[in-house]
């Protein structure tokens, strides 16, 4: 079973940083591929990187996503934040592939907020 858990976000300035952390109190996370998603207040929501079981990540122009897992857990730095960048954030897991879908997921987190002040 795969129950994941977000934490790590918070409010922080326009231009700052934050490191967001899913951790799986389940099964071992290394068996799949795992992505962050957002979602803003009356918005979708949207993809934002994710990263494969082997370890190899999507691109972000800010934003850097890497796992450990050893400690069954997917990390999403993120630099140079804006106001744009407040939402929720999810981690999502996956079997198959990494995907921008949400209905490519199998298993969500009940997400953490993150809010930039600008």
């Known amino acids: 079973q795969v129950q994941l858990s977000e934490s790590g976000g918070g409010l922080v300035q326009a231009g700052g940083s934050l490191s967001l952390s899913c951790v799986n109190s389940g099964q071992t996370i290394s068996s799949y591929h795992v992505s962050w998603f957002r979602q803003a207040p009356g918005q979708d929501r949207e993809f934002v990187m994710g990263?494969?079981?082997g370890g190899v990540g999507t691109y972000h122009k800010r934003f850097t996503i890497s796992r450990d897992n050893a400690k069954n857990t997917v990390y999403l730095q993120m630099n140079n934040l804006g106001p744009e960048d407040t939402a929720v954030y999810f981690c999502?897991?996956?079997?198959?592939?990494?995907?921008?879908?949400?209905?490519?997921?199998?298993?969500w987190g009940q997400g953490t907020q993150v809010t930039v002040s600008s």
């Open positions: 990263i494969s079981r």
């Open positions: 999502a897991a996956s079997p198959q592939a990494i995907s921008p879908n949400t209905w490519g997921y199998d298993f």
